[in-house]
Nanobody
Framework: QVNLVESGGGSVQAGGPLRLSCAAS????????MGWFRQAPGKEREWVAG???????RYEDSVKGRFTISQNNARNTLYLQMNSLKPEDTAMYYC????????????????????WGQGTQVTVSS
């Protein structure tokens, strides 16, 4: 029903920037939350940032002030601008999207998301 494809990952030095993109196709009109998660080896998948249908954004504490989540007006492309990258940001990054949940939502919890991309690797070296 909804397909998500990430791009823009790669290997960068600490302090550098990267911009991730996520192209959404299918029945995207049903979506409310769009966001980014990441998973490092040996760790559980963690929420990074989310944007709701009303345009509100939220960030995990460790990336606040460094990362910016945004989307185009048609809401079929999601972005994550990552600045001042740190080695601990190294992970597989996943684009995710979900429908309206109980009249809204914070878009920061796993249960708010239904569709997932295949992931794009981000590696930050010292």
């Amino acid at each position: 029903q909804v397909n998500l494809v990430e791009s823009g990952g790669g290997s960068v030095q600490a302090g550098g920037p990267l911009r991730l993109s996520c192209a959404a196709s299918g029945y995207t009109g049903s979506l409310y939350c769009m966001g980014w998660f990441r998973q490092a080896p040996g760790k559980e998948r963690e929420w990074v940032a989310g944007i709701a249908g009303d345009g509100s954004t939220r960030y995990e504490d460790s990336v606040k002030g460094r990362f910016t989540i945004s989307q185009n007006n048609a809401r079929n492309t999601l972005y994550l601008q990552m600045n001042s990258l740190k080695p601990e940001d190294t992970a597989m990054y996943y684009c995710a999207a979900g429908p309206m949940w109980l009249g809204g939502g914070t878009c920061r919890w796993l249960y708010e998301y239904k569709y997932w991309g295949q992931g794009t690797q981000v590696t930050v070296s010292s």
